[in-house]
């Protein structure tokens, strides 16, 4: 599953892999929350090749979780 995180005051987003089952996606929507609501100070995410990612929850602008199968379109086409 795709995970794209937006920081406050960074240009860009930090885009993440992970392993895409229901399991994980669960834990990872209650890291997200606890990170949000101020009961952890750093989110921790590993993504699909091991890597571990520290993010700062004071930063966190928005999170957004998606699949990996989701159709991808580029261009005009319908």
Known sequence: MDI???ITQAPREIAVEV?????AREALK???DAALKGETTTLWITDKK???IAIPS???????IGSTDAERRIGFGD
Request: glycine share 10%.
């Open 58 to 64: 004071a930063k966190i602008a928005y999170v957004e």
């Open 19 to 23: 392993e895409d089952n229901a399991k």
């Open 4 to 6: 794209r995180i937006g």
């Open 30 to 32: 209650k890291s997200v």
């Open 50 to 52: 091991g890597k571990d």
